[in-house]
C-alpha cells in the first residue's frame, strides 16, 4: 500500500485483518465455485489479496492437486473453502491439513460435530460463514478463529438479510471479540471503508473478481458480468413450500425458469416416498453445481447457471487482479482521507 492519510489510515482498520491472514491487503478474495481455482486464487495472493479455493463438491484427490497447483503459482499464504454437507467433509479437512494449509473457512451452515477441532488440531486457522447473530456468536463459543458476514447481495447462495442490516448487528456487539470479515454486494472500495470503520477488519469479494484477466471462466461468462446491471441479478424462488432450498442469486436467463421445474420434479420425488429430505436437497445442490459448470467452463449463458452478486452493475470491463485490487484500495484510501478532512 502507498503512503498518503488515507492510505494510512486504512493500513491501520486493516491491520488486524492482514495479520491474521498473513497479506497485505484484508481483501479476501470470496471461494467461487469452479472459478477460485490455482489461477484466480494465486493471482490474488501474489497480488497482495487473500485467494481462496473454492473445494465445491470436489474430491479429496482433485483438492489435492488443487492446492499443489496453488503452491507452484503462489509462496504466499491462501485458504481453501469447504461445504460442511460435503459428505467427506474429515478427508478434504486432513488433505489441507497435510499441505499446511494456513486458513481453512466454512461455508454451508454450522459444522457438524468433531470438524471445527479437526481443523484446529491441523493448525490451521478458522473462519465461518455466520449469517445472523444467534449463530455468530455460537460460532465464537465453540472457538472459531474469524467470521465471515454476507449478506443477501452477494452472488451464489445467499441468506434472508442484508450485508448492511448484519453488518449493523454483528460488528458492534462482536467485533472486539473476533476478526469479522463483510461480504455482499461490495463493489467500489468507499463501502469497504465505511465497514471498516464500523469495525470489521476487512472484506470479502467474489462478483468483482470474476473478470480478471486471470480468471479462467469462459469468455460468454465474463460478458454477461459486463453487460448485466445490478437488477439482472436476481433470486431462485421455492416453489414447494414441503422443500425449502437455499436460494441462490444469478442472471436472470432460461436456466432460472429450469430450475422452478428441477424443484417440481425433486418435490414430486419426497411425495412419492422415493427420496427423504436430505438427499432431496442434495439432488438440489447438484442440480446447480451442474448448472455453474456449464456457464463458467462451457459457456452456456442461456442454460447454465450465471451466480452473480449485485455489484455485477460494477464490473464494466475485463482487467487483471492487481489492477482491480490497486482500484478499489484507492477508493477506500480516498474515502478515508475525504473523512478525516471533514
Ligand atoms: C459465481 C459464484 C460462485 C460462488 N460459489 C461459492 C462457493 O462455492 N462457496 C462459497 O462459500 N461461496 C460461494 N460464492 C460466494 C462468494 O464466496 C462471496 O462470498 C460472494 O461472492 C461475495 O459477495 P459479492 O458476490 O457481492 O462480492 C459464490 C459467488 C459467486 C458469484
Known amino acids: 500500500m502507498s503512503d498518503g492519510i488515507g492510505h494510512d489510515r486504512l493500513k491501520g482498520l486493516m491491520a488486524r485483518g492482514t495479520e491474521f491472514l498473513g497479506c497485505e ?9 469452479w472459478i477460485s481455482e490455482r489461477n484466480l486464487v494465486s493471482a490474488l495472493s501474489n497480488a497482495g489479496a487473500f485467494g481462496v479455493i473454492a473445494c465445491g463438491a470436489m474430491t479429496p484427490d482433485l483438492l489435492d492437486t488443487e492446492i499443489a497447483e496453488t503452491k507452484k503459482r503462489t509462496e504466499r499464504p491462501f485458504g481453501v473453502n469447504l461445504i460442511t454437507m460435503h459428505p467427506m467433509l474429515s478427508e478434504l479437512i486432513d488433505v489441507c ?3 499446511g494449509v494456513s486458513h481453512v473457512v466454512f461455508a454451508g451452515g454450522l459444522p457438524p460435530a468433531g470438524a471445527i477441532d479437526r481443523v484446529k488440531a491441523s493448525g ?20 472459531v478463529d474469524a467470521l465471515v458476514i454476507e449478506g443477501m447481495e452477494a452472488g451464489g447462495h445467499i441468506g434472508p438479510v442484508s450485508t448492511s442490516v448484519l453488518a449493523q448487528e454483528i460488528l458492534p456487539p462482536l467485533a472486539a471479540e473476533v476478526p469479522i470479515f463483510v461480504a455482499g454486494g461490495i463493489g467500489h472500495g468507499g463501502l469497504i471503508a465505511g465497514y471498516l470503520e ?24 465474463k460478458k454477461a458480468f459486463i453487460r448485466a446491471s445490478a437488477r439482472d441479478a436476481i433470486t431462485s424462488v421455492q416453489i414447494d413450500p414441503r422443500l425449502p432450498v437455499i436460494p441462490v ?8 425458469e429450469s430450475f422452478a421445474a428441477k424443484q417440481r420434479e425433486v418435490a414430486q420425488l419426497l411425495d ?10 442434495l439432488q438440489i445442490e447438484h442440480y446447480w453445481a451442474g448448472a455453474l459448470r456449464r456457464a463458467v467452463i462451457e459457456g452456456d449463458v442461456e442454460t447454465g447457471s450465471v451466480m452473480a452478486g449485485q455489484s455485477v452493475g460494477m464490473v464494466k470491463e475485463e482487467a487483471p487482479v492487481a489492477e482491480i485490487l490497486g482500484k478499489l484500495v484507492e477508493e477506500a484510501a480516498h474515502a478515508l482521507e475525504r473523512r478525516s478532512a471533514a
Do not use: D, W, Y
Not at 202 to 215: D, Y
Open 97 to 99: 491439513a497435510k499441505h
Open 249 to 256: 442469486r444469478a442472471l436472470k436467463n432460461r436456466e432460472m
Open 124 to 143: 490451521a486457522k478458522l473462519i465461518c460463514f455466520a449469517p445472523a447473530l444467534a449463530l455468530a456468536k455460537k460460532l465464537v463459543r465453540s472457538g
Open 25 to 33: 491487503v484484508a481483501i479476501l478474495g470470496g471461494a467461487m465455485s
Open 198 to 221: 464500523m469495525g470489521a477488519v476487512g472484506v470479502q469479494l467474489g462478483t468483482r473478481f470474476v473478470c480478471a484477466t486471470e480468471c479462467i471462466a469462459h469468455a460468454n461468462f
Open 272 to 281: 412419492e416416498g422415493a427420496v427423504e429430505m436430505m438427499e432431496a436437497q
